[in-house]
């Protein structure tokens, strides 16, 4: 069951695990796995393993489930930059909210 959040943002957010691929446009390191918390059309929030400056650049890819397109699964490609960094959790993974600038659909491969 998706649930959408609603607060001073402006925008509606959902509550969304989704697997996303995530690339630093100031480093010259490949691609590291990270999973979403929550998704709305102006930015996502997710977990990463390793720290990240405020206002560094990204780019992340993730797939829209049926739930969110209505259709089939979609691909979205999102050039935006970090807005936020939360502290370390337990477990070590350190919260990232990002802001979509730019974003594109994948064709299916």
Not at 98 to 106: P, R
Request: proline residues 5%; glycine residues 6%.
């Amino acid at each position: 069951m998706i649930q959408a959040q609603h607060d001073q943002r402006g925008t509606r957010r959902f509550a969304l695990r989704l697997p996303v691929t995530v690339r630093f446009a100031d480093q010259n390191a490949g691609e590291v796995a990270a999973q979403t918390k929550d998704v709305s059309a102006r930015g996502v929030f997710f977990y990463l393993d390793s720290n990240i400056e405020e206002g560094s650049r990204l780019e992340f890819t993730l797939t829209l489930p049926p739930e969110i397109t209505l259709t089939e699964s979609i691909r979205v490609r999102c050039k935006g930059r970090v807005v936020r960094v939360d502290p370390a959790s337990p477990d070590g993974k350190v919260g990232i909210a990002a802001i979509i600038e730019q974003y594109e659909f994948l064709a299916e491969q």
